[in-house]
Every structure is written in C-alpha cells, then in structure tokens.
C-alpha cells in the first residue's frame, strides 16, 4: 500500500468514525427508539461477521455469527430500552479487551504488542529499540485501562450526555495525542533510529495475524 493510499484508508475511517459518533451521540441523548438501538448494537454484529469470516474455521464461525446477529435483531424491542447501555458495554470493554491484549504480551516468552509493529514496520530491532517497544507497550495498556475506568465512571456518575461526549467526541482524539506524544517520545528516547509514522503504524497493525 502506498502513503497516498494509507493515508486515504486513514481519512475513510476517519470520516466514517466521526459520521457514526455524531449519530450515537444523537441516539444516546434523545429518544429514538429501535433506530437507536440498532446502530448501538451495529459495530457489534459488523464486528462478529468480519471475525467469522478471518476465522480459520469460516463455515462454522459464520454460522455461529449470523445466527448471533439474528437473535440480536429479534430482541430489538427489549433492548432499545437499554440503549445507551449497549453503548458502554462497547466502549468500555473494547478499552478494557485492549488493555489485556496489550498488558498480555508483555508476559514472559510473550513478545510485546509494540515490538511485533516495530519489527513488521523495521524488520531486525536493536536491542535498545527492544526495551523501549515494551515500555511503550506497558503505556498502551495503562492507557487503555484509564480509559475503560473513566468511561464507567462517567456513565454512572455523570449525565449520559457527558458519557457520551467523552466516549464519541474524546476517545479518538485521546488516542490520536498518545501516538503524537509517543512519537515525539521516540525521537528524542531513540535518535539514531529512523522513525516510521502513524500511517505506517495503521498498516503494521492491518497486517498483523489474527
């Protein structure tokens, strides 16, 4: 892929990012009944189909998604009552599933989430660049766990309407600094080590197995 095209992907999902919190902010701050609820419950589903269809096992893994996806849709008229609630769940564990995944790899015989992007953007690291992919790593994590505790926080202790802001409106532009800050980092912690950017970042992580 080219930077012209990384660059295109990134403005895409970008777009379609921004599109989709301006809509869950309108339906989590106004009643709108099953529309609602279904684009809450909609990242899920699209995110159960696209796994069944990476799976290695595809033929059962579909199934059992669009079987899932099914069930979801009949329930629609108890769970759009719940709203706002599907909307925590997803913001708050998909924090929370980030930070395991990352505080994960940091485990003994485990190589850190941050040194597999390295190497797949670098190839062969020095052992200097080693160490400070794992610290980065262990920033992630505490990152994507204060995340997940400020999004509960929020959504119990405070009106939905700032939930939501700090949940659409936030997240990614929090997220989009901690690259900014990380980078910034790097260069001073690692000068003599030519720095790839966030869009090469984007890529590494599109290529990683799952």
Not at 162 to 169: D, I, K, M, Q
Request: charged share 10%.
């Amino acid at each position: 892929m080219s930077r012209a095209a990384g660059y295109a992907r990134v403005a895409a999902f970008g777009g379609a990012g921004l599109a989709y919190a301006i809509l869950a902010h309108r339906t989590n701050t106004a009643d709108t009944g099953r529309a609602g609820a279904l684009l809450a419950l909609t990242p899920m589903m699209v995110a159960a189909l696209v796994l069944g269809w990476r799976s290695r096992r595809r033929v059962a893994a579909m199934t059992l998604a669009v079987a899932a996806c099914v069930v979801v849709l009949a329930c629609l008229p108890l769970l759009q009552r719940h709203t706002s609630l599907i909307y925590w769940i997803e913001h708050a564990f998909t924090q929370l599933l980030l930070c395991i995944a990352f505080a994960r790899s940091l485990g003994p015989g485990r190589e850190a989430m941050c040194t597999l992007f390295a190497r797949m953007v670098h190839g062969a690291l020095a052992p200097g660049m080693e160490r400070y992919t794992r610290q980065v790593t262990l920033a992630w994590s505490i990152f994507f766990g204060a995340m997940s505790l400020a999004s509960t926080v929020l959504f119990f202790a405070a009106p939905v309407g700032v939930w939501s802001t700090f949940a659409n409106f936030l997240t990614a532009p929090l997220i989009a600094l901690m690259f900014v800050a990380e980078y910034a980092v790097r260069r001073r912690a690692l000068p003599e080590v030519e720095h790839a950017g966030i869009v090469a970042g984007v890529q590494a992580f599109w290529k990683t197995p799952r």
